[in-house]
C-alpha cells in the first residue's frame, strides 16, 4: 500500500522559510506526479503546488508563485517544498500528494488518490 510521510512543518515567523519533504513508499515513485495541498482551519483544502513523474514541470496556485519551489528526487522517493517569503496567510495543514494516474499532472483534488497525514504550518507575526 502506498505510504507518504511529510515531515520539516513548524511554527515560523513572516518572512522566515520552511522545507517540508514527503517520503513515498508502495508505488513507482518515478511513474506518478506529486502535489502539495494545504487546508486552513475552517476551509477547503487547495492545490498549492506539483510536479511532473519527471520533475521537469512544475504548477503552482498563485498564491504561492515565486515564493515556493517544489521539487522531487526520484533515487530517493522524496518530493520537496520549500516555502520562502512565507506569509500568514500561509498557515495551513499541508499535505503530500501522490497522482491518481500516471504520467499525470493535475491541480485538482481528485486528480490524487494517496495522500499523506499533513504536517502543521504556523507562521505567526
Known amino acids: 500500500q502506498v505510504q507518504l510521510v511529510e515531515s520539516g512543518g513548524g511554527l515560523v515567523q513572516a518572512g522566515d522559510s520552511l522545507r517540508l519533504s514527503c517520503a513515498a513508499s508502495?508505488?513507482?515513485?518515478?511513474?506518478?506526479?506529486m502535489g502539495w495541498f494545504r487546508q486552513a482551519p475552517g476551509k477547503d483544502r487547495n492545490f498549492v503546488a506539483a510536479?511532473?513523474?519527471?520533475?521537469?514541470?512544475?504548477y503552482y496556485a498563485n498564491s504561492v508563485k515565486g515564493r515556493f519551489t517544489i521539487s522531487r528526487d526520484n533515487t530517493k522517493d522524496t518530493v520537496f517544498l520549500q516555502m520562502n517569503s512565507l506569509q500568514l496567510e500561509d498557515t495551513a495543514v499541508y499535505y503530500c500528494?501522490?497522482?491518481?494516474?500516471?504520467?499525470?499532472?493535475?491541480?485538482?483534488?481528485?486528480?490524487?488518490?494517496?495522500w499523506g497525514q499533513g504536517t502543521q504550518v504556523t507562521v505567526s507575526s
Open positions: 500528494a501522490a497522482g491518481r494516474r500516471p504520467y499525470y499532472t493535475g491541480s485538482r483534488n481528485d486528480d490524487y488518490n494517496n
Open positions: 510536479v511532473s513523474w519527471a520533475g521537469d514541470e512544475t
Open positions: 508502495g508505488l513507482t515513485f518515478s511513474r506518478y506526479s
